[in-house]
């Protein structure tokens, strides 16, 4: 999840001695090294996943993971494909559709190949998280964007509670121009009012003072500081806040509409892969209920499929939305990119 604190500056490689088991590596011609480009929180921060999958990979396989954290994401790698370079790296782990869409709107030429189908396990994951139509991101874990709110000053259960008068100046959201979640949330009212409605309501919560931070951690730090009772966040904070405190009147969840704005983050491997069938084995054990498992609860999001090996605590405090809502591919694809732009030009200018 891409909300945890980041420790370290971007731009990091971690990488360990090769495992000694297993059956990948050397043996089909690669060099025995899965290089993965990621986000920051994957290999940094506190108790991440990707240490975690780096250790249980090599002990099981003859290769070696390798993690890069590219300072632009997978801008990086457009640009460098653009350039006609090496992308020096196997697969991208924390693609989103949106980014799947850029990388399709700007490159002629596939950035990264097919493996729907030829994954063991891939046909565990969740149909409803599938979001690549051509089955070369294959998702991993899943986010739903909801509100965290503080129950002895609000009780938000509609969109229409966003813009009440007693409501005023009670939530803060975040920049849909470079947010995950604040995206999602201008999605989701997209999704609510419809293309041609969405910036009224925008308009409304503008005229409630809603708060536009620039990150999501600029928007919970402010929540938690308690500069307003309402934040734009995950349906997974009580796992997070349950592990601080035994009071969660300040993290409760509210899904509007009891709906929850679903963001499946996936994995898809690089068509010039230096060794593609290590990194197979590597979104192979990625898919594994043990691994599963430790991304959902490392990560705090939610697997991608339905066997992973999840703890009580996981159970307990992680809420699904009654109404899981989001956009396919084939509707934000020409669309994204003006949405966004309208959103900005009315609300942060």
């Not at 590219?70 to 782990?93: L, M, T, W």
């Not at 899943?142 to 007693?166: H, K, M, N, R, W």
């Not at 308690?226 to 009071?247: I, K, L, N």
């Amino acid at each position: 999840m891409r909300r945890r604190a980041f420790l370290a500056s971007a731009g990091a490689t971690i990488a360990a001695t090769a495992g000694c088991l297993g059956d990948s590596g050397g043996g089909n011609g690669g060099d025995g090294v899965v290089t993965v480009a990621t986000y920051e929180s994957m290999v940094d921060g506190s108790d991440p996943a990707g240490p975690w999958l780096k250790d249980a990979f090599e002990s099981e396989h003859d290769a070696e993971v390798e993690f890069t954290v590219p300072d632009s994401g997978v801008n990086q790698y457009i640009q460098r494909a653009r350039e006609g370079a090496d992308v020096e790296a196997d697969c991208y782990v924390g693609l989103n559709v949106d980014e799947l869409i850029r990388v399709d709107d700007e490159l002629d030429d596939p950035l990264f190949d097919t493996l729907d189908g030829d994954l063991e396990g891939s046909d565990r994951i969740l149909d409803e998280l599938r979001f690549d139509p051509d089955g070369r991101v294959l998702p991993y874990d899943t986010g739903y964007i909801s509100l965290v709110y503080d129950e002895s000053e609000v009780e938000p259960q509609t969109f229409a509670d966003l813009t009440a008068e007693e409501n005023r100046g009670d939530l803060i959201a975040q920049n849909a121009q470079n947010s995950d979640p604040g995206r999602a949330f201008l999605l989701w009212t997209i999704k609510e009012f419809g293309p041609d409605g969405y910036l009224d309501y925008w308009q409304d919560l503008e005229d409630n003072d809603v708060r536009i931070l620039g990150s999501w951690n600029d928007a919970y730090n402010a929540y938690t500081a308690g500069e307003a009772p309402m934040v734009v966040s995950y349906s997974t904070d009580q796992v997070f806040a349950s592990q601080e405190t035994d009071d969660l009147t300040r993290h409760q969840v509210g899904f509007l509409n009891d709906q929850g704005y679903a963001n499946p983050e996936g994995m898809a491997r690089f068509a010039d892969a230096g060794d593609p069938e290590a990194t197979a084995d590597f979104m192979e054990f990625v898919l594994t209920p043990e691994a599963q498992g430790e991304i959902a609860m490392r990560n705090v999001q939610f697997p991608a499929v339905d066997d992973a090996e999840l703890d009580d605590e996981f159970e307990q405090y992680a809420h699904v939305p009654p109404e899981p809502v989001t956009f396919t591919y084939e509707e934000l694809a020409g669309n994204l990119d003006g949405w966004v732009e309208d959103w900005a030009r009315q609300v942060v200018q």
